[in-house]
């Protein structure tokens, strides 16, 4: 007998593919129903924030340098850091050999900035004039201590790849503004200068077991910022119209017949880059925006691809409707020689940041649009390798951090949180990254208890079983 069959004309294969949706029969109507398909399809509640730009630093900035004012650790130079802080802290296997743990207080001075007195490095003075717009959780923790697992859970809300990301679950939740243009789209830029930058992995944008009509497109540099979404050479947009037609039409067949939700997905995928085709050339050319725009974003601005670039992009997103903007800087990942190292990536981030902003501000987009800065966990306060004066390194360190947020229902000029004297612990209202994105998805005007979505027999959401909305942020 031949095990791939089952009887006559009728294969193992195509057995379990049409036996396999009648489990699912049941929900089908609702898979296929747009308001029931996710939560709801529209807020569960009044919205403040119609869109969020999410600039995640990959990498981890170090909370000490930029945005956690320590002063008394001045007079700590070089003491080593008290066990009883540490406690039984788990570390990486970069210092966990090291005999010593010296103290490095941060190089750069810090200074009060606006009417609410917020302490910020020198290292933003551009994003330090909207100091009265910010709200900085210092708060912020996460259990992963290492890149890839701890960006990860900032963007899934699990270590472990194979769930959705924020930006699907927003897309799955709320739909798209824009017939055009996807709900959700990614970008990535290099550091200019030369420092550790981590690679970063697509499941970062990725639906997870959410349809692949909720993934994340992500734009690229170059004359094709959406990879083979151009006609090749000799396919008119009359032929490429006809060859979808048809394929839809085949796929309809099948959809039809196995009853696949993702076939579906994939016509709508389809249906979705044909219409891309005239709007996403005129989106990423900047070469309409006045000279007054790259000088306002800074001197990398021309340069396709960079984060300054990609700023203004975001911008343009933001105006045509697109639900939720990543933005990946790359590079903040600094073992050592972590001064020159962050100077130089404060170069690339602070001044678009600030222009973005600002833009976002004068054209009323603000009281609608949530901004995140941010990575995936914090630095040490004691030195990776040697410590001089002048230099030194700073090892990965999740028990606290900084990210800020701006506009649409946040308090701006207000602190949230509270570290130690070695911003090492949390003495005051932590803020888990499960509790960050339950806020976030709050200001959607989603509640993130109830977007949920089921998969192999159970009901997961984005903040798996925790989060809490972090109502002390909330303007």
């Given at each position: 007998?031949?095990p791939?069959?089952?009887?006559?004309?009728?294969?193992?294969?195509h057995?379990?593919?049409?036996t396999?949706?009648?489990?699912?029969?049941?929900a089908?109507?609702?898979l296929?129903?747009?308001?029931l398909?996710?939560?709801?399809?529209?807020?569960?509640?009044?919205?403040?924030?119609k869109r969020?730009?999410?600039?995640?630093?990959?990498?981890?900035?170090?909370?000490l340098?930029l945005?956690?004012?320590k002063?008394?650790?001045?007079?700590?130079?070089?003491k080593?850091?008290?066990?009883?802080?540490?406690?039984?802290?788990?570390?990486?296997?970069?210092?966990a050999?090291?005999?010593?743990?010296?103290i490095?207080?941060?190089v750069?001075?810090?200074?009060?900035?606006?009417?609410?007195?917020?302490?910020l490095s020198?290292?933003?003075?551009?994003?330090?004039?909207?100091?009265?717009?910010?709200?900085?959780?210092?708060?912020?923790?996460t259990e992963a201590i290492?890149?890839?697992?701890?960006?990860?859970l900032?963007q899934?809300?699990?270590?472990?790849?194979g769930?959705?990301?924020?930006?699907?679950w927003?897309?799955?939740?709320?739909?798209s503004e824009?017939?055009?243009?996807?709900?959700?789209?990614?970008?990535?830029?290099?550091?200019?200068?030369?420092?550790?930058?981590?690679?970063?992995h697509?499941r970062?944008w990725g639906?997870?077991?959410?349809?692949?009509?909720?993934q994340?497109?992500?734009?690229?540099?170059?004359?094709d910022?959406?990879l083979?979404?151009?006609n090749?050479p000799?396919?008119?947009?009359?032929?490429r119209?006809?060859?979808?037609?048809?394929?839809?039409?085949?796929?309809?067949?099948k959809?039809?017949e196995?009853q696949d939700p993702?076939?579906?997905a994939r016509?709508?995928?389809?249906e979705?880059?044909?219409?891309m085709?005239?709007?996403v050339?005129?989106?990423?050319d900047?070469?309409?925006?006045?000279a007054s725009?790259?000088?306002?974003?800074?001197?990398?601005?021309?340069?396709?691809?960079?984060?300054?670039?990609?700023?203004?992009?975001?911008?343009?997103?933001a105006?045509?409707?697109?639900?939720?903007?990543?933005?990946?800087h790359r590079g903040?990942?600094?073992?050592?020689?972590l001064p020159?190292?962050?100077?130089?990536?404060?170069?690339?981030t602070?001044?678009p940041?600030?222009?973005?902003?600002?833009?976002?501000?004068e054209?009323?987009?603000?009281?609608?649009?949530?901004v995140?800065?941010?990575?995936?966990?914090?630095?040490?306060v004691?030195?990776?390798?040697?410590?001089?004066?002048?230099?030194y390194?700073?090892?990965?360190h999740p028990?606290?951090y900084?990210?800020?947020m701006a506009?649409?229902?946040?308090k701006g000029?207000?602190?949230?949180?509270?570290?130690d004297?070695?911003?090492y612990n949390i003495?005051?209202?932590?803020?888990?990254?499960?509790?960050?994105?339950?806020?976030?998805?709050h200001?959607l005007?989603i509640?993130?208890?109830?977007?949920?979505?089921?998969f192999?027999?159970?009901?997961?959401?984005l903040?798996?079983?925790h989060?809490e909305?972090?109502?002390?942020?909330?303007?």
């Amino acid at each position: 007998m031949n095990p791939e069959t089952l009887h006559t004309g009728l294969s193992r294969r195509h057995f379990l593919s049409r036996t396999s949706t009648g489990i699912g029969a049941a929900a089908l109507a609702s898979l296929l129903n747009p308001r029931l398909f996710a939560a709801t399809q529209t807020p569960h509640f009044a919205p403040k924030a119609k869109r969020i730009i999410w600039l995640t630093q990959a990498g981890a900035p170090s909370q000490l340098d930029l945005f956690d004012y320590k002063p008394g650790l001045a007079p700590q130079f070089d003491k080593d850091l008290p066990g009883s802080v540490r406690g039984e802290q788990r570390l990486t296997g970069m210092t966990a050999g090291q005999k010593r743990f010296p103290i490095a207080p941060s190089v750069f001075k810090f200074q009060q900035h606006g009417q609410s007195g917020l302490w910020l490095s020198e290292l933003l003075p551009q994003t330090a004039k909207f100091a009265d717009d910010l709200c900085v959780i210092r708060s912020l923790h996460t259990e992963a201590i290492n890149h890839d697992p701890a960006m990860t859970l900032l963007q899934t809300g699990h270590q472990i790849g194979g769930r959705p990301s924020f930006g699907a679950w927003a897309s799955y939740g709320l739909g798209s503004e824009n017939s055009d243009l996807p709900a959700f789209v990614a970008m990535i830029s290099r550091p200019s200068g030369p420092t550790n930058a981590q690679p970063l992995h697509e499941r970062m944008w990725g639906s997870g077991f959410l349809p692949s009509r909720y993934q994340g497109v992500r734009f690229s540099s170059g004359k094709d910022p959406v990879l083979f979404l151009s006609n090749p050479p000799g396919i008119t947009s009359t032929r490429r119209r006809a060859m979808l037609d048809d394929v839809a039409a085949l796929n309809r067949l099948k959809f039809t017949e196995y009853q696949d939700p993702e076939t579906q997905a994939r016509i709508d995928q389809y249906e979705m880059a044909f219409r891309m085709q005239s709007a996403v050339p005129e989106l990423a050319d900047l070469s309409k925006e006045p000279a007054s725009i790259f000088e306002r974003y800074g001197p990398e601005s021309k340069k396709p691809g960079t984060y300054a670039a990609n700023c203004i992009l975001a911008r343009r997103l933001a105006e045509r409707g697109v639900r939720f903007i990543q933005l990946y800087h790359r590079g903040w990942d600094q073992h050592n020689n972590l001064p020159s190292g962050i100077r130089s990536q404060c170069y690339d981030t602070d001044q678009p940041t600030a222009a973005l902003l600002g833009e976002l501000k004068e054209r009323g987009m603000l009281e609608d649009t949530l901004v995140i800065w941010g990575g995936e966990f914090g630095r040490s306060v004691y030195s990776q390798g040697t410590l001089t004066k002048d230099n030194y390194g700073r090892d990965h360190h999740p028990r606290c951090y900084s990210v800020w947020m701006a506009g649409a229902g946040v308090k701006g000029g207000h602190v949230f949180g509270e570290t130690d004297d070695f911003s090492y612990n949390i003495v005051k209202d932590p803020v888990h990254i499960h509790d960050l994105n339950a806020t976030a998805l709050h200001l959607l005007g989603i509640d993130h208890l109830r977007l949920t979505y089921r998969f192999q027999g159970r009901d997961y959401r984005l903040t798996d079983v925790h989060g809490e909305v972090v109502k002390g942020i909330l303007a």
